[in-house]
């Protein structure tokens, strides 16, 4: 469809819907409903098929042998699920063997020490994992965007809202208290890019950060001046100036900025031209 996986969780929390995250213990390939303790309805559960590099079949076997058996360790689970090394590490780097190792780094090196089963060995004892020190938020983060393409923690604007605001970068929240033609500069994560055939040239793009969407309309001049910026950026700033109609505002780019390297190897997609 035209949204992302992204932007229909967000959507979704933002409606009260409890969302729980990819989990080899109780995903199956496509999202599903489950019901959760203290939940008032029931909750969203991600489905195997956001992992980047896990396979179809690898998932659904996956999912079979679980219906045998809960997994005992990710070794278990490559020898009865016939999951391969690279989609293990998929997993792992997703998050998805929370249920096997307490984050993402004990999953990695539960993953590294996974070998072909030997028939005396299959169940033999394992070693005790070494001490690690758990990921940051930040790193956590960055793994879901680059792993499942979104993240149920913060927005990853919220870890540099500091530093926007040295920029004096505004949030989308406070863009949409603005009069009619105030000034403003805000910033977001490039949602979608649009140039409608009946749009004369005029480019529209959608911007998200922690608290809500600003839609930008970037005329046809400052299109062709910052093209770089206008199609290349993951993290958009705009200067701009608020136009209203109603109930509907929009941001008239005045000028544009680069900020991806504040992400600091976060990677987004953004669903453009469709």
């Not at 307490?102 to 005790?128: F, I, K, N, S, Y």
């Not at 793994?143 to 499942?148: C, E, F, K, R």
Request: hydrophobic share 40%.
């Amino acid at each position: 469809g035209f949204y992302a996986p992204a932007q229909l969780v967000r959507e979704a929390r933002r409606q009260g819907v409890r969302v729980l995250p990819v989990e080899v213990g109780r995903s199956d390939w496509e999202c599903t409903l489950e019901r959760s303790t203290g939940a008032a309805g029931p909750c969203l559960r991600l489905g195997l098929r956001l992992v980047k590099g896990l396979s179809r079949g690898g998932a659904e076997r996956l999912v079979q042998a679980r219906r045998e058996a809960p997994f005992s360790s990710a070794g278990d689970l490559s020898r009865r699920a016939g999951v391969h090394r690279g989609e293990l590490q998929a997993l792992a780097a997703a998050g998805a063997l929370t249920c096997l190792a307490d984050d993402r780094h004990r999953a990695a090196w539960q993953v590294m020490g996974v070998r072909p089963a030997l028939p005396l060995l299959a169940d033999g004892v394992r070693e005790a994992d070494p001490p690690l020190a758990p990921p940051t938020e930040g790193e956590n983060i960055r793994a879901d965007y680059a792993m499942l393409g979104l993240s149920l923690g913060r927005h990853p604007l919220a870890l540099i809202r500091d530093r926007l605001a040295r920029r004096r970068v505004i949030t989308a929240a406070a863009v949409a208290e603005r009069r009619q033609g105030s000034l403003v500069r805000t910033a977001g994560l490039v949602l979608c890019r649009q140039r409608p055939a009946s749009a004369n040239s005029v480019t529209f793009v959608t911007l998200e950060d922690e608290t809500g969407q600003v839609n930008l309309v970037v005329w046809k001049q400052l299109a062709a001046r910052q093209r770089r910026e206008l199609l290349q950026a993951q993290l958009l700033g705009v200067a701009g100036e608020v136009q209203r109609e109603g109930e509907v505002l929009h941001l008239i780019a005045k000028y544009l900025w680069d900020y991806s390297p504040l992400l600091t190897g976060l990677v987004t997609h953004s669903r453009d031209f469709h």
